[in-house]
């Protein structure tokens, strides 16, 4: 019997059936097992609930969860590989990781039953975007130890769906393969489905004449512009879906058909806080924090009060007891302090979306020449807009004065043709930054 008692994934009650009261009932005790568990099983744990003064046995309510230490990126890299598993080797069935692209990857392990119970939750996201019994699922994710391509894999099997298991690349013949097999749904990263939209562009078809009707897209940020986007270019509803290695994989939480905006997170199986990045304060729902979340469920490798870095917020419920987090606004890691000025990401991209005339793509120089970094943005235009020398440099110019009215600091703009910003087959890379592989 696993730490869910005797659930099975056939028996477990839907999650839209549980009144509000029964789903923090099944949480308290699903924590209370998660916690026990992983202080039973894993010295990182028992050292850090030792150190701040806490046991399993002072979790009494939910509220008494924010007693405990958080868990983070540099624990996993001090753990590395397998110093945070809870169950002996040869209970894993399988390991997949994180991207590691700023330094030693996170090391994740799963037994049978999390396996279980990870595709039944990827199942709910897609069943929760429309998708039903016998849909074919184009999976364009990366296969290997990127957990897109398995685990949208795995779910889309679970709710019974027809799998074609491409990855990621060689987008002509994707094309080619949409065209002859007709498929239903799409399940790329966002950047990646883009690309997908010029392979049909360059082969001359119209999207909208394809088989496609729903797009489930995650693995990186992406903003309600490039929904708009997506949904223009592909001719289908486009989807958010969420999720991350250290505490799963995609599943954690998505949007949901006919929904209003957010994400519902699926708080029978992993628990979530949302706290000040600077105070490791709880902040009530509603309010912008930084999301943390806590696995309820996971046997092979618990998680307690994981720092995400994503800044997001806790909405009410929809349907059921189950909360919504607000679409991921940024990332607390992923913030460039750039004179002084706090620049994310997202913003560039919004302002890219709201300028018109470029396209999606785009990359973030870092450079220093003195005691304060630089940022050039690379932009690209969008066909058959500002070909010439002097039109290019006069977009530079605009946004230029955009980012610096809006985002208040001065930013050096490069603005390339269509089609030259390089295309990633996988998770797009916004940041291009020399110093990252010293640190």
């Not at 392990?109 to 929760?128: F, K, N, P």
């Not at 390089?422 to 110093?435: D, N, S, V």
Request: a negative charge.
């Amino acid at each position: 019997m696993g730490l869910i008692g005797a659930e099975s994934p056939s028996d477990e009650k839907s999650p839209e059936r549980l009144s509000l009261d029964e789903l923090r009932q099944v949480q308290l005790e699903r924590l209370r097992r998660s916690i026990r568990h992983a202080c039973e099983n894993v010295l990182h744990y028992q050292r850090r609930f030792a150190e701040h003064g806490v046991s399993p046995q002072d979790l009494h309510t939910l509220e008494d969860l924010a007693r405990f230490p958080f868990l983070t990126k540099q624990d996993f890299r001090a753990n590395y590989p397998f110093g945070l598993f809870a169950v002996p080797r040869d209970k894993i069935v399988r390991i997949h990781t994180s991207s590691g692209t700023s330094g030693k990857p996170t090391v994740v392990g799963y037994s049978a039953e999390d396996l279980q119970i990870w595709a039944r939750l990827v199942g709910r996201c897609i069943r929760a975007a429309g998708a039903r019994t016998g849909d074919i699922v184009h999976i364009a994710y990366d296969y290997g130890l990127f957990t897109g391509g398995l685990g949208s894999h795995a779910g889309a099997e679970h709710l019974g769906c027809t799998v074609i298991p491409v990855s990621s690349g060689r987008s002509a013949w994707q094309i080619e393969l949409m065209e002859d097999f007709r498929p239903d749904i799409l399940m790329a990263t966002p950047s990646y489905a883009l690309n997908l939209a010029d392979a049909f562009e360059a082969r001359g078809l119209d999207p909208h004449e394809s088989s496609l009707r729903i797009g489930i897209f995650g693995a990186e940020p992406w903003s309600e512009a490039t929904r708009a986007a997506l949904q223009l270019r592909l001719g289908l509803e486009a989807f958010d879906l969420y999720g991350l290695a250290e505490v799963m994989g995609p599943g954690v939480a998505c949007e949901t058909a006919g929904g209003a905006p957010g994400l519902t997170l699926w708080e029978d199986h992993v628990y979530p806080e949302v706290i000040d990045p600077s105070t490791g304060r709880v902040l009530p729902d509603g309010e912008e924090g930084e999301l943390v979340l806590t696995s309820l469920t996971k046997e092979a490798l618990p998680v307690i009060r994981y720092r995400t870095h994503d800044l997001t917020r806790l909405l009410p419920a929809q349907h059921g007891p189950m909360r919504r987090i607000a679409r991921v606004s940024g990332r607390t890691d992923d913030m460039l302090v750039i004179h002084g000025v706090n620049v994310f990401p997202s913003q560039i991209d919004a302002l890219l979306a709201r300028s018109g005339g470029f396209s999606p793509h785009y990359k973030l120089e870092i450079s220093r020449s003195g005691p304060l970094d630089d940022l050039t943005v690379h932009a690209e235009t969008l066909s058959r807009q500002y070909q010439s020398d002097a039109q290019l440099r006069a977009a530079a110019e605009d946004l230029m004065q955009q980012i610096k009215t809006f985002i208040g600091v001065s930013v050096t703009v490069v603005v390339h043709r269509a089609g030259t910003i390089e295309r990633a087959p996988g998770k797009a890379t916004r940041l291009i930054e020399p110093r990252a592989a010293a640190r």
